[in-house]
């Protein structure tokens, strides 16, 4: 069992907050305050889970300017940190204009939903503010703590949320974590109006995690219209917990599927829902996770480095699949992910063939084989922890 009682979290925050003011959006308990509260001591800290704070911002919004003109700032940095930023998007305005008026003052705003922020101020975004996005835990902070890479393990059945790992319970830990998602974002912001159905929604789409999605089958299974299956994925999205991850269609064909695929934003959360407390190898179960987990830490990769890349997946009508296109300007990079100990030649050819057809530059198969290797078709087949070395070293993209 992982035990650890401090995580450094390898975000660089103060190299991006020094360029400009930040969006900083992340679901509930991934870290971000933890991580805001140890940055420059001199920052003023509002943090709108306080009443203390949000009360007297409720009542007098410009209160705001008078905080910030009393702060005591350190010589070099005139930073505010307005945690949870959507309890009060109007804020947002006011942000905007201080921001105008006085170029030395950096905002870092943070949230767990972009859903209020929409109305309230993502104009904020025009070249005034960067929008970064915060994870779960990934495998090289857990390296870097524990001096080794085979807690991957622990990452894919108890997912990377601070609390759980530290936990003593991690499973309880997932247990309170729905429930306080169901509370304070579901119940608490009246995102929708039965807790109950969108409850059931939650665990019968968990089942649709790592899959091309289906909503009339989802639907069917929430006993709910699909109209309100759809807006409750989206509902997902909007609370950072969920990500739809669109098709690849080079050829703009109908040989291709263009549904999305549905992804939970951490490994964990979607074992609690599915009931998967235990994975066994070699099953159908594992194989999901293990994409799954894959997904979460090219996912992490790319924002943690600000990359300018979007991750597709690519399935024809006929079931060919990749299940990971990275996309950037001058790249295409294929991924699969296997949970297999050894590969067989089909599957080799198959991925070069259709990767080839799409026009990849670099294939990729992770697995569970011992050692590295690249094939004469110019597929390189990783061993999970030597690709996760690779990712977090600069050596897949």
């Not at 911002?57 to 959507?86: G, Y």
């Not at 030395?104 to 005034?128: D, E, P, W, Y």
């Not at 098709?247 to 992804?263: H, L």
């Amino acid at each position: 069992m992982l035990r650890l009682m401090y995580i450094d979290r390898i975000f660089d925050l103060n190299a991006r907050v020094r360029r400009k003011s930040l969006l900083f959006l992340g679901p509930r308990q991934t870290g971000k305050s933890t991580l805001l509260r140890h940055f420059d001591k001199k920052t003023l800290y509002i943090d709108l889970l306080d009443p203390d704070d949000y009360l007297p911002l409720t009542r007098e919004p410009a209160r705001l300017k008078d905080l910030i003109k009393s702060h005591n700032f350190s010589v070099s940095h005139k930073t505010v940190i307005i945690d949870e930023i959507q309890k009060l998007p109007e804020l947002m305005d006011l942000v905007h204009l201080m921001i105008e008026q006085d170029k030395s003052l950096r905002f870092i705003l943070t949230g767990s939903s972009a859903r209020k922020l929409r109305k309230g101020g993502m104009n904020l975004l025009g070249g005034r503010a960067s929008l970064q996005y915060f994870f779960p835990l990934v495998s090289e902070e857990l390296r870097l703590t524990k001096g080794h890479s085979r807690l991957w393990g622990d990452l894919l059945r108890l997912g990377g949320l601070p609390s759980v790992i530290l936990s003593d319970d991690p499973w309880h830990a997932l247990k309170d974590y729905v429930g306080l998602y169901l509370r304070e974002e579901i119940q608490a912001e009246a995102l929708t109006r039965s807790l109950g159905n969108f409850s059931r929604f939650l665990q019968t789409a968990a089942i649709s995690n790592a899959e091309q999605l289906n909503y009339e089958e989802v639907a069917n299974d929430a006993q709910l219209p699909a109209r309100t299956v759809r807006d409750y994925f989206q509902v997902l999205e909007d609370t950072l917990v969920g990500c739809l991850v669109p098709p690849f269609n080079p050829k703009e064909t109908r040989k291709f599927v263009a549904t999305p695929k549905f992804y939970f934003f951490d490994t964990g959360v979607a074992n609690y829902l599915t009931g998967r407390k235990n994975l066994a190898n070699k099953t159908i179960e594992y194989g999901k996770a293990l994409e799954h987990f894959i997904f979460c830490e090219l996912r992490a990769y790319i924002g943690i480095n600000n990359l300018d890349a979007e991750i597709f997946y690519c399935r024809t009508q006929t079931g060919r699949e990749i299940d990971f296109i990275i996309k950037s300007e001058d790249k295409r990079i294929a991924i699969e992910v296997k949970s297999s100990s050894s590969l067989a030649q089909k599957v080799l050819r198959s991925m070069s063939s259709f990767a080839e057809e799409l026009g990849i530059n670099k294939k990729i198969i992770v697995c569970q084989e011992p050692r590295k290797r690249l094939t004469e078709d110019g597929v390189v087949v990783f061993p999970v922890e030597v690709f996760l070395n690779a990712l977090w070293q600069g050596g897949v993209f």
